[in-house]
């Protein structure tokens, strides 16, 4: 089983940046293709970014791709996301995700395992 545990988030004025973290339980975390979702009030959670087992691919949802970058640090059990030029619409709570049996193309949410709590990315115009 993994534990997933999410930081980072704040209130940042548009044009900005917030590097989300993403801590990870467990002995097996390099056994599990890494993702982040978010949803923002009154709307499905939605894909925005994943990466490989040991970091080689990643693939990102056409609209971050470009401003948001994913990485993992499988020694500190650790995935990160990157987000600059922050926009309004990028409003919501993010959710890192852990999968075991999928490739980074999983872009619904029900392909994933384990969720962290979430944490709140608020963008200010």
């Known amino acids: 089983q993994v534990q997933l545990l999410e930081s980072g988030g704040g209130l940042v004025q548009a044009g900005g940046s917030l590097r989300l973290s993403c801590a990870a339980s467990?002995?097996?975390?390099?056994?599990?293709?890494m993702g982040w979702f978010r949803q923002a009030p009154g709307k499905e959670r939605e894909f925005v970014a994943a990466?490989?087992?040991?970091?080689?691919?990643?693939h990102y949802a056409d609209s971050v791709k470009g401003r948001f970058t994913i990485s993992r640090d499988n020694a500190k059990n650790m995935v990160y996301l990157q987000m600059n030029s922050l926009k309004p619409e990028d409003t919501a709570v993010y959710y890192c995700?852990?999968?075991?049996?999928?490739?980074?193309?999983?872009?619904?949410?029900?392909?994933?395992?384990?969720w962290g709590q979430g944490t709140q990315v608020t963008v200010s115009s």
């Open positions: 467990g002995r097996t975390f390099s056994s599990y293709t």
């Open positions: 990466i490989s087992k040991i970091g080689g691919s990643t």
């Open positions: 995700a852990a999968g075991r049996f999928i490739t980074t193309t999983m872009t619904v949410a029900a392909g994933y395992d384990y």
